[in-house]
């Protein structure tokens, strides 16, 4: 069965430092794999997908993730961390768009000034 | 393109009544998600309508249902209402093919007393 992990439930980063929130992905095939962000009382955005195009995938508001197969790994990055982004953010994997989305704990990131 | 929009935003039920939260998708979309989201639980996945048919179902009591109209609008349904069902109950709808790229709604926000 597929499953995904957030190492971290909660990371804190000073402004202006990098930023790195894993996820690992437990399945027998390579997924469609995703990171969400939600601010408080808000739905969730989608910041980046991967979709077995380009490992290194960019997204919005300067975060990057890196899909490592042998490492099953789809960690989340961002060089510089910006007090908007303290935020509560979910890795998510799914087979095909038939199939439902499998979403990890999430990890809440703070960003202290 | 208008986001995707849900009905109401907050509710306040007692235990045992019944409750009905209704998602309008992004104009296009024809699949439709329901997740419940607590502190303790993190995202659940409650099911999928693609096209009016429910295509996943997640691992709740048959009191929560749903349904799809020709739309592409769904609505669930939660009866005989437990205080443990507070929570935020958000949707999320994409296109149904391709990726599974999916647009959540701002949630409703669900208090049972």
């Known amino acids: 069965a597929q499953s995904v992990t957030q190492l971290d439930s909660h990371v804190s980063v000073s402004e202006g430092t990098p930023v790195l929130l894993r996820c690992n992905y437990s399945?027998?095939?390579?997924?469609?794999l995703f990171w969400y962000v939600q601010h408080p009382n808000k739905g969730l955005q989608l910041l980046l997908k991967y979709t077995s195009a380009a490992t290194l995938v960019k997204g919005i508001n300067g975060f990057e993730a890196e899909f490592k197969k042998s490492e099953t790994s789809f960690h989340l990055t961002k060089p510089s961390a910006h007090m908007s982004d303290a935020a509560e953010y979910f890795c998510?994997?799914?087979?095909?768009?038939?199939?439902?989305?499998?979403f990890g704990p999430g990890t809440s990131l703070s960003v202290i000034p | 393109k208008a986001g995707v929009t849900q009905t109401p935003r907050y509710l306040i039920k007692t235990r045992g009544q019944q409750v009905t939260l209704s998602c309008s998708p992004i104009?296009?979309?024809?699949?439709v998600s329901w997740y419940q989201q607590t502190p303790g639980q993190g995202l659940q996945f409650l099911f999928e309508?693609?096209?009016?048919?429910?295509?996943n179902k997640g691992n709740f009591p048959g009191r929560f249902s749903g349904r799809q109209f020709s739309n592409s609008r769904s609505e669930m349904n939660v009866s005989t209402l437990e205080l443990g069902d507070s929570a935020l109950y958000l949707c999320?709808?994409?296109?149904?093919?391709?990726?599974?790229?999916?647009?959540f709604g701002p949630g409703t926000r669900l208090t049972v007393t």
């Open positions: 309508y693609f096209s009016e048919t429910q295509r």
């Open positions: 998510g994997a799914t087979k095909t768009s038939y199939d439902k989305v499998i």
């Open positions: 999320a709808s994409s296109e149904g093919t391709g990726v599974k790229e999916q647009y």
């Open positions: 399945s027998s095939y390579s997924p469609s």
């Open positions: 104009s296009g979309h024809r699949s």
